[in-house]
C-alpha cells in the first residue's frame, strides 16, 4: 500500500509491504467554496454578532489588519484586497490602512516572501505593510497584568487604529486548542515579556492545554482575558476574518465577525473535520509536519509530534517526515536543544517549572519532550547538518518505509498508522464497545 505524506512543497510516498495492517487517518471529505470571491464579499456584509464591515467602516478614520505569518498558509490572496476595497469604499483613505504581520516572536517576512504571504501585489502597492517586532519596547502600549498576572503588552499600531481587524486561519493548535481570532492577537502582536510568561510551564503543563480544547485551556482563557482588556482600552470592539482550508489548501468556510463570535463559529466549522476517531492506540504511528510552510523548521516539526499522542500505545513509534529546508529554528530555540542535551529531559524540565518566565522558544522544547514521554521519536528529513540532527535530540532514519517495517517487527505488531496532513489532523482514541 502506497500512501502519500505532505513534505516541503511536495509529497513523501510511503510504501507499505503487505503484511502491514495500514490505517490512514484523514479529515472527512472537506468540500471547497464554489466561489471563494463571493463568499467573502457575503462574510463582509453578513457579519457575526455586529454590523457589516461598510458600516464599522464608515465611523473609523483608520484601521489595522493583522495577518498571519510566513508559517500559516493563510488564502490572503483571496481577501485582502476585497477587505481593504471595503475599508476605503466606506471612506477610510489608504494611507491610513496599515496591514501589520503578526509574528509573535518569529523572524520577520521581508521581500519576496512578504510578496508570497501577502499574495496581491495590489495591497501592496496601495497601503502599508509593516512586521511586528516583539522585542521592540516602544512599539507596544502596556495595558498592565491579567487576573493570572500576565504582563499585556500589545503592538501600538493596531492599539491606536480606529477599527482593528484579525484575520487568519482556523485550525488545530497543540497549545492554544486552534489558532486564528484571538491568538493572531496574542502572542502575534505581543511584547516579549507577555509571549515568554504564557509560553511559561504553569500554562503549557497544564493538561488542558491541548490541541482542539477550547474548554478550561488556560492558555486560551488567558488570550480571551487580554482581548477584553485591549477592548476596554480602545473603548471599540476588535473583529475578525476567519477562513478555514481543506487538505487541498482550498478555502472551505470563511466569516467575519465581532472577534470572539466570529472565532467560535469558525471552530465548530473546522472541528467536524480536524478530529478524527480511531478505535484502538497503535505501536507505530506515521506522520509528517504537514509540509511547507509548516515543516520548513524543526522548530515547527514538533507540531507534527504531539497531535497524535492520543493514539500513541505507551512507548510506541512515532515517525514523523519533515523536510526542514530552513534548518533547525531560531538561534534562541537552538540554545533551548542544546541545553536539553546538556542537562538531560527530567534536569531541563524540573527547571523550567521553577521559572514564570520561559526563555524564548524553550517551550517548543518542552513540548518534544512530552512526546518524548509516551513515544520514541523517528525523524526523517532532508533539510538538516549532521550538527542540527545531533541537536534534534531524536533519533534520525533515513528511510520512512524501512523505519516502518523496523517497528513493526520490534513491536510484533502490524498495526500501523498513518496521518498524511499531520498537524492539521488530530486523532483521538475511542474505544468501541
Known amino acids: ?40 464579499s457575503n462574510a463582509l456584509a453578513q457579519s457575526i454578532g455586529c454590523d457589516s464591515l461598510q458600516h464599522l467602516a464608515a465611523d473609523s478614520r483608520s484601521a489595522c489588519i493583522l495577518i498571519c505569518d ?35 516572536l518569529h523572524r520577520p517576512n521581508e521581500g519576496d516572501e512578504l510578496a508570497s504571504v501577502i499574495g496581491d501585489d495590489w495591497v501592496l502597492n496601495n497601503v502599508r505593510v509593516v512586521n ?13 497584568f491579567t487576573s493570572r498576572t500576565t504582563p499585556v503588552g500589545l503592538d501600538r499600531r493596531f492599539i491606536e487604529a480606529d477599527l482593528g481587524i484579525v484575520t487568519g486561519l482556523v485550525e488545530p493548535h497543540f497549545m492554544a486548542g486552534y489558532s486564528g481570532g484571538r491568538k493572531v492577537v496574542v502572542p502575534g502582536i505581543a511584547h516579549v515579556d507577555t509571549i515568554r510568561t504564557l509560553h511559561s510551564a504553569r500554562f503549557m503543563e497544564d493538561p488542558a492545554t491541548v490541541q482542539c ?48 463570535a466570529s472565532h467560535l463559529e469558525a471552530v465548530a466549522f473546522a472541528d467536524q473535520y480536524c478530529t478524527v476517531s480511531t478505535p484502538k492506540r497503535f505501536n507505530t504511528v506515521v506522520t509528517s509536519a504537514a509540509g511547507f510552510p509548516l515543516d520548513q523548521t524543526y522548530y515547527q516539526t514538533v507540531k507534527g509530534m504531539v497531535n497524535p499522542m492520543g493514539i ?30 546538556l542537562e538531560g529531559p527530567d534536569a531541563f524540565r524540573a527547571r523550567i517549572l521553577s521559572k514564570s518566565l520561559a526563555d524564548i522558544d524553550e517551550w517548543e522544547t518542552e513540548m518534544q519532550l512530552k512526546s518524548q514521554r509516551r513515544a520514541n521519536i523517528k525523524l526523517y528529513t532532508t533539510g538538516l547538518t549532521a550538527d ?36 492539521y489532523v488530530v486523532p483521538q482514541f475511542q474505544p468501541q464497545f
Do not use: W
Not at 487517518?25 to 463571493?38: F, Q, S
Open 1 to 40: 500500500m502506497k500512501v502519500d505524506l505532505l513534505y516541503g512543497k511536495s509529497v513523501l510516498t510511503v510504501s507499505c509491504p503487505a503484511k502491514v495492517e495500514v490505517t490512514v487517518v484523514r479529515k472527512p471529505l472537506m468540500p471547497a467554496l464554489d466561489n471563494p470571491g463571493i463568499a467573502v
Open 70 to 104: 510566513v508559517t500559516r498558509p493563510v488564502p490572503n490572496h483571496l481577501f485582502l484586497r476585497p477587505l481593504i476595497e471595503t475599508l476605503i469604499g466606506a471612506g477610510i483613505s489608504s494611507e491610513s490602512i496599515t496591514v501589520l504581520v503578526a509574528t509573535g
Open 132 to 144: 511586528h517586532n516583539a522585542l521592540d519596547d516602544e512599539e507596544h502600549t502596556d495595558l498592565g
Open 213 to 260: 480544547n477550547l474548554k478550561g485551556n488556560p492558555l486560551h482563557e488567558e488570550q480571551l482575558e487580554i482581548i477584553e482588556m485591549l477592548q476596554r482600552y480602545k473603548g471599540r470592539n476588535l473583529f475578525a476574518l476567519n477562513t478555514v482550508i481543506n487538505d487541498a489548501r482550498q478555502l472551505s468556510f470563511v466569516n467575519f465577525g465581532e472577534i470572539v
Open 312 to 341: 500513541l500505545a505507551k512507548r510506541a513509534n512515532l515517525i514523523i517526515a519533515s523536510e526542514c529546508a530552513e534548518g533547525l529554528g531560531s538561534p534562541a530555540y537552538r540554545a533551548s536543544q542544546e541545553r536539553l542535551l
Open 388 to 423: 542540527e540532527r545531533a541537536l534534534t535530540g531524536v533519533e534520525m532514519i533515513e528511510s520512512v518505509d524501512a523505519a516502518i517495517e523496523e517497528s513493526v517487527r520490534a513491536t510484533g505488531d502490524p498495526a500501523v498508522a498513518i496521518i498524511p496532513e499531520g498537524p
